[in-house]
T-cell receptor, first 108, second 122 residues
Framework: LAKTTQPISMDSYEGQEVNITCSHN???????ITWYQQFPSQGPRFIIQ???TKVTNEVASLFIPADRKSSTLSLPRVSLSDTAVYYC?????????FGAGTRLTVKP | GAVVSQHPSRVICKSGTSVKIECRSL??????MFWYRQFPKQSLMLMAT?????????EQGVEKDKFLINHASLTLSTLTVTSAHPEDSSFYIC??????????????????FGEGSRLTVL
């Protein structure tokens, strides 16, 4: 199972771009990289998923280098409501376990 | 998007009683459902993987006789905390994997999470 390492916490200000990097050195060939957001007392919410290169959707971008040993979630122009814990998951089908996550605090 | 509903969202019970938490996929069939437990300020810890019609697979250290999981249909899984004690107080979250293939995440099946159920054992 690929283990993930993320920064424990990050601070940012409204309107800034935030990049959260996740390390997953022993990622397997079949593994996908998925990012979730969690607010207090709520279930995680899907943000984005990718396998390699770059993926972009309406809320975020995901950058994955060629070796796939890390990935970076990019949140453009964050707002106060983006304050949450962000989890990087690496796995395939049933091998999806949560790491410690990154607590992002957006300040006014 | 797909919806996973948990019930109850909050439950308070006395020590020694049993509590059942339901997890339903409302608009899709789930091949697999997962149960997690989350203590304050901590990450989600996978407790068990539940496949419809078969016995759940429990993670190491999770007592299967204490945390009974029933996955009777493709849209419903239940977690029963038996003989609950104060140390079982936690936030329990389920997730379900969409059964459809060829979808947006055909290789992995997107995981949808419930809103969570907060259990307090007095």
């Amino acid at each position: 199972l690929a283990k993930t390492t993320q920064p424990i916490s990050m601070d940012s200000y409204e309107g800034q771009e935030v990049n959260i990097t996740c390390s997953h050195n022993n990622i397997a060939t079949n593994d996908y990289i998925t990012w979730y957001q969690q607010f207090p007392s709520q279930g995680p919410r899907f943000i984005i998923q990718g396998y390699k290169t770059k993926v972009t959707n309406e809320v975020a971008s995901l950058f994955i280098p060629a070796d796939r040993k890390s990935s970076t979630l990019s949140l453009p122009r964050v707002s106060l409501s983006d304050t949450a814990v962000y989890y990087c998951l690496v796995g395939y089908y049933n091998d999806m376990r949560f790491g410690a996550g990154t607590r992002l605090t957006v300040k006014p | 998007g797909a919806v996973v509903s948990q019930h109850p969202s909050r439950v308070i019970c006395k020590s020694g009683t049993s509590v059942k938490i339901e997890c339903r996929s409302l608009d899709f069939q789930a091949t697999t459902m997962f149960w997690y437990r989350q203590f304050p300020k901590q990450s989600l810890m996978l407790m068990a993987t539940s496949n419809e019609g078969s016995k759940a697979t429990y993670e190491q250290g999770v007592e299967k006789d204490k945390f009974l999981i029933n996955h009777a249909s493709l849209t419903l899984s239940t977690l029963t905390v038996t003989s609950a004690h104060p140390e079982d107080s936690s936030f329990y979250i389920c997730s379900a994997r969409d059964r459809r293939t060829g979808g947006r995440f055909a290789n992995t099946g997107e995981l949808f999470f419930g809103e969570g159920s907060r259990l307090t054992v007095l």
